[in-house]
Antibody
Framework: EVQLVESGGGLVQPGRSLRLSCAAS????????MHWVRQAPGKGLEWVSG????????DYAGSVKGRFTISRDNARNSLYLQMSRLRDEDSALYFC?????????????WGRGTVVTVSS | EIVLTQSPGTLSLSPGERGTLSCRAS???????LAWYQQKPGQAPRLLMY???SRAAGIPDRFSGSGSGTDFTLTISRLEPEDFGVYYC??????????FGQGTKLEIK
C-alpha cells in the first residue's frame, strides 16, 4: 500500500526541540521530493519545508527558517524534521507530503499527520 | 511571497447545483504550478487538480479547473453530498516557496 506515516509528535515546552519522522512505503521513495506541511488547530494549510530527492535542494518557510531542519534517508525510506527553539505558534498537525512527479509542484500523497503541541 | 486569496469564505449549495470557487493571487502564477485540494474533517487534504486544469487520479469529471495569471477557478458542475469540505488552492513560486489560500468551506444544504 502506498502510504506515509508520521511519528514523533507530542507535547513540548517552548524553546525545546522535537524531531518528526515519516516512513514511506509502497513507492520508490528516492524518486520524489518530499515536504512537511502543517495545520494549526482550526486553521488552514501552511507549507513548512521541502527537500529534493537527492537532498541537494532544500527550502524553508520564513516562519521556520533557522529553527527547523529537514532531512531524508533514502536507504530507510524516511523523511525527518528537526524542530528547534519551538514556539507556541508551531503547535499544529504536521503532515508528511509527497510532491508529484513531472515538475508540477503539487502534493499528491499525504500522511495522516502527527500533532505537535508547544506549551508550558 | 505570493499570497493566495480565496473566495467566498463559505459556500452553501444544494446537491445538483453548480459550485464556483475562486483563487486570486497577489502576483502572476505559472499555470503549471497551481493546484487545488479538498479536505474533509479529520482527514488529510486530497489533491483534486494540478496544473490548473488537470484532474488528479480518481477525481470525477464534475470537477474542473481554469484560469491564468492571477485568477483561477475550481468548478464543481453538479454537487454531490460527498463534495462538502474545505477547498484550498496552492501555488509554487519562483522563490521556491509554496503557499496555500486560506480555504473555502463548501457546505451542502
Amino acid at each position: 500500500e502506498v502510504q506515509l506515516v508520521e511519528s514523533g509528535g507530542g507535547l513540548v515546552q517552548p524553546g525545546r526541540s522535537l524531531r518528526l519522522s515519516c516512513a514511506a512505503s509502497g513507492f520508490t521513495f528516492d524518486d520524489y521530493a518530499m515536504h512537511w506541511v502543517r495545520q494549526a488547530p482550526g486553521k488552514g494549510l501552511e507549507w513548512v519545508s521541502g527537500i529534493s530527492w537527492t537532498s541537494g535542494n532544500i527550502d524553508y518557510a520564513g516562519s521556520v527558517k533557522g529553527r527547523f531542519t529537514i532531512s531524508r534517508d533514502n536507504a530507510r525510506n524516511s523523511l525527518y524534521l528537526q524542530m528547534s527553539r519551538l514556539r507556541d505558534e508551531d503547535s499544529a498537525l504536521y503532515f508528511c507530503v509527497r510532491e508529484m512527479a513531472y515538475g508540477y509542484h503539487a502534493f499528491d500523497l499525504w500522511g495522516r499527520g502527527t500533532v505537535v503541541t508547544v506549551s508550558s | 511571497e505570493i499570497v493566495l486569496t480565496q473566495s467566498p469564505g463559505t459556500l452553501s449549495l444544494s446537491p445538483g447545483e453548480r459550485g464556483t470557487l475562486s483563487c486570486r493571487a497577489s502576483q502572476s502564477v505559472i499555470s503549471s504550478y497551481l493546484a487545488w485540494y479538498q479536505q474533509k474533517p479529520g482527514q488529510a487534504p486530497r489533491l483534486l487538480m494540478y496544473a490548473t486544469s488537470s484532474r488528479a487520479a480518481g477525481i470525477p469529471d464534475r470537477f474542473s479547473g481554469s484560469g491564468s495569471g492571477t485568477d483561477f477557478t475550481l468548478t464543481i458542475s453538479r454537487l454531490e453530498p460527498e463534495d462538502f469540505g474545505v477547498y484550498y488552492c496552492q501555488q509554487y513560486g519562483s522563490t521556491s516557496a509554496f503557499s496555500f489560500g486560506q480555504g473555502t468551506k463548501l457546505e451542502i444544504k
